[in-house]
């Protein structure tokens, strides 16, 4: 959703109903929030799982009716599987800051938050009064920042681990690919497991890069006015 059709939305819209779609977009977080949770629970469990296969750590997998024996499958379907995850991460935090953006500039109209600055209207700088009041985020609390404030090195320093954690998923999605690629490139069922694993990593970098282009273009705007 374009930023001027939500600025539309609350010029057209009363008080009441904008606290009303407020409480909408803070239900919505919470069940959002939710799902990436689930979503990082399974990512962590398919990674694990991954390098106990490999290691021959686990020589069979039993669940319910299903038995596995040859556990060749788990690495020729692990690297698809885990770029859908990827994937419905990318679509999950996105329209996590979709919500935290829309929602910071209701509270804009709704509350007295002192002289407003243009570049509130950038969607990455989120306010702590909107933070404050939205369901708890572990992600949103580690990467909180005054941006009226220089980073010091120290806190980029000890921010290292955090983005270490944050790329490990596309490392390990790299790593299985290319294990995949080298080791099982022989049949047309890892063939086509290859390729879809790879269409399916170009596509999300695809709608990362055009997210991050259309950000920075509206932070340039936003600064020039500013």
């Known amino acids: 959703m374009k930023q001027s059709q939500i600025l539309e939305f609350i010029r057209l819209n009363s008080h009441e109903q904008l606290k ?89 109209r709704l509350y007295k938050t002192g002289k407003f600055d243009h570049l509130d209207l950038i969607a990455g700088r989120p306010k702590d009064y909107v933070r404050l009041i939205q369901p708890f985020s572990i992600s949103n609390e580690l990467m909180k920042r005054d941006y009226q404030v220089k980073v010091s090195v120290i806190e980029t320093i000890l921010r290292l681990p955090s983005l270490i954690i944050g790329i490990g998923p596309i490392i390990f999605a790299f790593i299985c690919t290319k294990h995949l690629y080298v080791n099982y490139f022989n049949s047309l069922a890892t063939k086509l497991s290859f390729l879809f694993t790879v269409w399916l990593l170009a596509y999300t970098a695809f709608l990362l890069g055009k997210v991050m282009y259309l950000e920075a273009r509206n932070t340039q705007t936003t600064e020039d006015q500013n």
């Open 20 to 108: 009303s779609y407020q409480s909408e977009l803070k239900e919505s977080l919470k069940d959002l929030e939710q799902s990436i949770n689930r979503l990082y629970f399974w990512m962590i469990i398919t990674g694990v799982l991954y390098y106990l296969f490999r290691l021959s750590a686990i020589t069979s997998f039993e669940f319910s009716i299903i038995k596995l024996s040859d556990l060749k499958i788990i690495e020729i379907l692990t690297p698809p599987l885990f770029s859908i995850m990827l994937l419905y991460n990318f679509l999950f935090n996105n329209r996590k800051a979709e919500l935290l953006h829309f929602s910071k500039l209701i509270a804009t």
